[in-house]
T-cell receptor
Framework: DADVTQTPRNRITKTGKRIMLECSQTKGHDRMYWYRQDPGLGLRLIYYSFDVKDINKGEISDGYSVSRQAQAKFSLSLESAIPNQTALYFC???????????????FGAGTRLSVL | AQTVTQSQPEMSVQEAETVTLSCTYDTSESDYYLFWYKQPPSRQMILVIRQEAYKQQNATENRFSVNFQKAAKSFSLKISDSQLGDAAMYFCAYRSALGAGKSTFGDGTTLTVKP
């Protein structure tokens, strides 16, 4: 089983709809992140969370909200989806007590979202 | 803010040959980490190799190695004995050793491997 699981893997929705992307992890990490990838571009940070009570905006948070329901769960919501939010979304985790020799972020398999 | 630049949108290599992917970055920090990720058509982000900025020795992982030039802020990836399975998008990423541990990614290089 994957350590970082994203659901759904693919989603098509209509403009104006509310949609939630979910992420769960079994790695026991305290930090979780949501990134967005557009075609031909790298990943950009939407939101990140240090722990359940600590949520922070990334560079492109407008139009998105998040919820850290538990240490293992971090959800991304689009309150009113618009076509330019069509993208590939990645969840990632890391451990604040990282070993200096590692400092690795672990990524889920991504959710492809299409907003029509 | 840190920036990561991959100047080669596309590269191609003949199977069994060697290819080098370029990456430069800009930062005022002295302690950080650099990564190369591979993204095949399956979309999964796969860690290829990692470099700690405080280490002068270049990282190697089997057929993959890096040329880390800290003063020049350059971090290139060399793939030796290229295989068809190496075909993918490759991303260079920067991660600060301090703060939130966010990563900054380049825009990627699409690598084609020709049989």
């Amino acid at each position: 089983d994957a350590d970082v699981t994203q659901t759904p893997r693919n989603r098509i929705t209509k403009t104006g709809k509310r949609i939630m992307l979910e992420c769960s992890q079994t790695k026991g990490h305290d930090r979780m992140y949501w990134y967005r990838q557009d075609p031909g571009l790298g990943l950009r940070l939407i939101y990140y969370s240090f722990d359940v009570k600590d949520i922070n905006k990334g560079e492109i948070s407008d139009g998105y909200s998040v919820s850290r329901q538990a240490q293992a769960k971090f959800s991304l919501s689009l309150e009113s989806a618009i076509p330019n939010q069509t993208a590939l979304y990645f969840c990632a985790t890391s451990d604040s007590n990282w070993d200096r020799a590692k400092n690795i972020q672990y990524f889920g398999a991504g959710t492809r979202l299409s907003v029509l | 803010a840190q920036t990561v630049t991959q100047s080669q949108p596309e590269m191609s290599v003949q199977e069994a040959e060697t290819v080098t992917l370029s990456c430069t970055y800009d930062t005022s920090e002295s302690d950080y980490y650099l990564f190369w990720y591979k993204q095949p058509p399956s979309r999964q982000m796969i860690l290829v190799i990692r470099q700690e900025a405080y280490k002068q020795q270049n990282a190697t992982e089997n057929r993959f190695s890096v040329n880390f030039q800290k003063a020049a802020k350059s971090f290139s990836l060399k793939i030796s004995d290229s295989q068809l399975g190496d075909a993918a998008m490759y991303f260079c990423a920067y991660r600060s050793a301090l703060g939130a541990g966010k990563s900054t990614f380049g825009d990627g290089t699409t690598l084609t491997v020709k049989p």
